[in-house]
Structures are given as C-alpha cells and as structure tokens.
C-alpha cells in the first residue's frame, strides 16, 4: 500500500480517522522511509511549538491589556442606537483617528457616528472638522440672537483658547430626537472639532441653553481650553464679522 | 444591554496570549506582532456587532488579525522600501540591541520567514496553535484542500531550512 505525502501530514497533524491512522500506523511499522518523514514531521511540528512557546507563557504588555479593557465597544445595542437614524458609515471606513483619542481630545464614539451620518462632521488629516449645517451655523450664527427654528444647531458660548483661537461650543439634532453638544475651534480653514459627546434624548423642539446641558465630558474639555471668559454679545458679533481669524 | 459586552472584554484577555503568538508567527518582529495585537483588538471591539454570538472568538479575532496583516503588507508594499529604511535606522541607532535580537532568531523563525505568506499563515494556525484544518481553512478563508495543499509545501520548506531534510518520496524504498 502507498500512503500519500497528503495523508501522512493529516495523520501528523492529527486529522484522520482512528481507521485511516491505523492504516498509517500499520504502514510506518513497514517502511522505514516513511516512518523517518513522519518522525521529522513530528520533529518539526515540535521545533515551531518549542520555539514560539516563550511569547504565550510571557506576561501580556499592559498596553495590549489595557487596549482590551478600554476600547469602546460597538455591539449590536449600540450600533442600532436610536439616534443613528441613517446607519452611520463605521468611522474605521473614513480612516478613523486613534490619535485623536491618544491625544485626549474627548470624542465620543456615538456622538460621532451619529454626527459623520448626519453629514455634519468629516474627517479631514487624520481628525475631525464641522461640515454642511453645522460648519454654516458654527460661522454665521451668534448665540447671542435667536437662531432660526428650522436650523438644528444651537450656538452655546464663543470663547477664545489658549492658542488664541475662537472656539464655540454647539448642540446639534441629528435627527429622532437625539442631540450632540461639542465644542468647536476656528482653523484657517475649518471648525476643527475638539470635543463631541451624546446628549440624552430629548425633545429637539424644546433645547435647552446648550451650556446648561452640556455633557461632563464637553464641559472639561471647555474649562481646559478657554483662555478668560466667553465672549460678550458684541466681541462675538465682532469675531463673526472678521470671519473668526485668531488675533 | 452591557451584560454580553462585559463578557467580551475578559474572554478577550484570555486569547491574548495565543493571538500575540500567532502575530509574531505572521510578523516575525515581537514589536509588529503586538502592534498587529493591539490593532486587532481595537478592530474586534469597535465591530463586535458583526461577531456571531456562540461562534468562536479566537477565531473571529485570529480572522481580523490575518486581514489587518494582509492589508499592513499590500500598504508597505506600496510605499516601497520603507522596510529597509526602517530598519537601516533601527540598527545603525540600536546596534548592539538589534543584534542581539537577531542572533535569538531561532532557525524555525528564519525558515518560517522566508515562506510565502499563504503558507506562513496556514503553518502558524495549524502546526504551531495546534487548530483543526476546518478552523484554519475558515479563518483564511479558503477551501481545505488549499489550506493542506499550502501547509505541504511550507512543511516541505521549513524541514529542508530547519532539519535539512530531504522530500518524502512515497513508495520509494530507502
């Protein structure tokens, strides 16, 4: 009987059936040849297990621990959220920044899928800037009037940073009665996106001041940035008319 | 909602160990395996919507870390000779250390190096994790005759690099 190069690596590596491994083990006892492959097949198989074995009995990097324990997770409860009223495109797909969170700027990964849905950020060089409604109202509207109803961008305070850039902080209606609050700051030529988190939902007709509602998170990245007190009614008007280039 | 998430994460921890063997099989360097590790996780969890409940997770996870591997070697491959750059610099900065690491390479990591990456992938689920061939062939993705048709020709080249073997005839008389 001849076995084949094919059944002699299945009954190596432990595939056969008990019938089949019998038929090889009963032709091994026979020809000498095939029991020296069989035994440097053995061999080898042991030279790879002895050989990575190190890396599985070493301790695991703490980083590779802690990416597991604090990777946000999207699951089935959350990638079907009610806010995500147009499925989001996964933010992996748009190139998603890992170094923007590296670098603590608060983004939530909610807030965010929700608002890249909504059209109402994108990502451009690796971070995240205001487009369509939002990027028009983050430059054309003051807090201090009365924003049109229809538009579903509400301006919170304006307030320079530490950078001397003008930076404002937003809640905007993604759609199903569901809301981000974020804060923006002026670039040459953006509304790079600093900060973004959900806020609970609500009913989007009845906002509330967007600095009363502001999540934590917001919040903190506001109090880290601003460089004095938020801007009055006339320095904001002032700010918009010069098209918020830094001073 | 969280009950099933909360599972994950230390079901995760468990596979670490073996998912960070199995990149430095694909990768040959411990520093691009765990590189590979910490992208898979991040991977896994940001899509774990897409892992089927009751299937197995180091499966899906070792699935990802393959894919991300293959898609990392398409993009060095596109920019060129990075590679050699990098590490021209790593050696001429760390000399002795680099050295050193490479003297540690065993034969079996220099010969599973040279293999084509097919091969290496399928030698490093089967022969070194120890997974059935019907696992192996779904993590790759492919039928199990290319999975046993690759790992008879990476066995063939590994033993001939680390045993200095010669190709088994069958039925020849010795």
Same mark, same amino acid.
């Given at each position: 009987?001849?076995?084949?190069?094919?059944?002699?690596?299945?009954?190596?590596?432990?595939?056969?059936?008990?019938?089949?491994?019998?038929?090889?083990?009963?032709?091994?006892?026979?020809?000498? /040849?095939?029991?020296?492959?069989?035994?440097?097949?053995?061999?080898?198989?042991?030279?790879?297990?002895? /050989?990575?074995?190190?890396?599985?009995?070493?301790?695991?990097?703490?980083?590779?621990?802690?990416?597991?324990?604090?990777?946000?997770?999207?699951?089935?409860?959350?990638?079907?959220?009610?806010?995500?009223?147009?499925?989001?495109?996964?933010?992996?797909?748009?190139?998603?920044?890992?170094g923007a969170l590296a670098a603590g700027i608060a983004i939530g990964v909610l807030a965010m899928n929700?608002?890249?849905? @909504?059209?109402?950020?994108?990502?451009?060089?690796?971070?995240?800037?205001? /487009?369509?409604?939002?990027?028009?109202?983050?430059?054309?509207?003051?807090?201090?009037?009365?924003?049109?109803?229809?538009?579903?961008?509400?301006?919170?305070?304006?307030?320079?940073?530490?950078?001397?850039?003008?930076?404002?902080?937003?809640?905007?209606?993604?759609?199903?009665?569901?809301?981000?609050?974020?804060?923006?700051?002026?670039? @040459?030529?953006?509304?790079?996106?600093?900060?973004?988190?959900?806020?609970?939902?609500?009913?989007?007709?009845?906002?509330?001041?967007?600095? /009363?509602t502001m999540p934590d998170s917001v919040r903190t990245a506001l109090n880290g940035i601003i460089a004095?007190?938020?801007?009055?009614?006339?320095?904001?008007?002032?700010?918009?008319?010069?098209?918020?280039?830094?001073? | 909602?969280?009950?099933?998430?909360?599972?994950?994460?230390?079901?995760?921890?468990?596979?670490?160990?073996?998912?960070?063997?199995?990149?430095?099989?694909?990768?040959?360097?411990?520093?691009?395996?765990?590189?590979?590790?910490?992208?898979? #996780?991040?991977?896994?969890?940001?899509?774990?919507?897409?892992?089927?409940?009751?299937?197995?997770?180091?499966?899906?996870?070792?699935?990802?870390?393959?894919?991300?591997?293959?898609?990392?070697?398409?993009?060095?491959?596109?920019?060129?000779?990075? #590679?050699?750059?990098?590490?021209?610099?790593?050696?001429?900065?760390?000399?002795?250390?680099?050295?050193?690491?490479?003297?540690?390479?065993?034969?079996?990591?220099?010969?599973?190096?040279?293999? $084509?990456?097919?091969?290496?992938?399928?030698?490093?689920?089967?022969?070194?994790?120890?997974?059935?061939?019907?696992?192996?062939?779904?993590? &790759?993705?492919? $039928?199990?005759?290319?999975?046993?048709?690759? &790992?008879?020709?990476?066995?063939?080249?590994?033993?001939?690099? #680390? &045993?200095?073997?010669?190709?088994?005839?069958?039925?020849?008389?010795?």
């Amino acid at each position: 009987m001849m076995v084949s190069k094919e059944m002699v690596m299945a009954f190596v590596d432990g595939e056969l059936s008990s019938a089949d491994a019998l038929r090889v083990e009963r032709e091994i006892a026979t020809n000498p /040849a095939l029991a020296r492959y069989v035994d440097e097949q053995r061999a080898l198989k042991r030279h790879l297990e002895t /050989a990575f074995s190190p890396i599985v009995t070493a301790p695991v990097p703490h980083r590779l621990e802690a990416t597991v324990m604090d990777t946000p997770i999207i699951s089935n409860e959350t990638a079907q959220a009610p806010h995500a009223s147009v499925r989001p495109l996964p933010f992996w797909r748009i190139g998603f920044p890992i170094g923007a969170l590296a670098a603590g700027i608060a983004i939530g990964v909610l807030a965010m899928n929700s608002m890249i849905g @909504a059209n109402l950020i994108a990502n451009r060089n690796g971070g995240f800037v205001a /487009a369509g409604g939002l990027a028009q109202a983050l430059s054309t509207q003051l807090a201090s009037e009365q924003a049109s109803p229809a538009s579903p961008t509400r301006i919170g305070v304006s307030f320079v940073n530490k950078g001397g850039e003008f930076c404002r902080s937003f809640t905007s209606d993604t759609g199903r009665n569901a809301a981000v609050a974020g804060i923006a700051c002026r670039t @040459a030529q953006d509304w790079r996106i600093e900060a973004l988190a959900a806020m609970p939902a609500q009913d989007s007709r009845n906002f509330q001041p967007a600095a /009363a509602t502001m999540p934590d998170s917001v919040r903190t990245a506001l109090n880290g940035i601003i460089a004095g007190a938020a801007l009055d009614a006339q320095a904001e008007r002032e700010a918009r008319d010069r098209d918020w280039r830094a001073r | 909602m969280d009950s099933s998430a909360d599972h994950v994460r230390p079901q995760m921890l468990a596979i670490l160990p073996r998912l960070r063997r199995f990149a430095l099989a694909l990768t040959g360097a411990r520093a691009d395996a765990d590189d590979l590790v910490q992208d898979t #996780v991040e991977r896994a969890l940001r899509s774990l919507h897409q892992f089927t409940p009751g299937t197995r997770m180091d499966s899906w996870m070792f699935r990802i870390a393959k894919n991300l591997w293959i898609d990392s070697l398409r993009a060095r491959k596109a920019r060129g000779p990075m #590679v050699e750059l990098d590490e021209a610099i790593a050696i001429s900065v760390d000399g002795e250390r680099t050295a050193e690491a490479k003297m540690m390479l065993t034969d079996v990591e220099r010969g599973l190096a040279v293999l $084509p990456e097919d091969q290496r992938a399928a030698i490093a689920l089967v022969l070194i994790d120890g997974l059935s061939y019907r696992e192996a062939a779904s993590i &790759l993705d492919v $039928p199990i005759g290319t999975l046993t048709s690759r &790992l008879a020709r990476g066995r063939e080249t590994l033993a001939a690099l #680390v &045993l200095g073997a010669n190709a088994y005839a069958p039925g020849r008389p010795s």
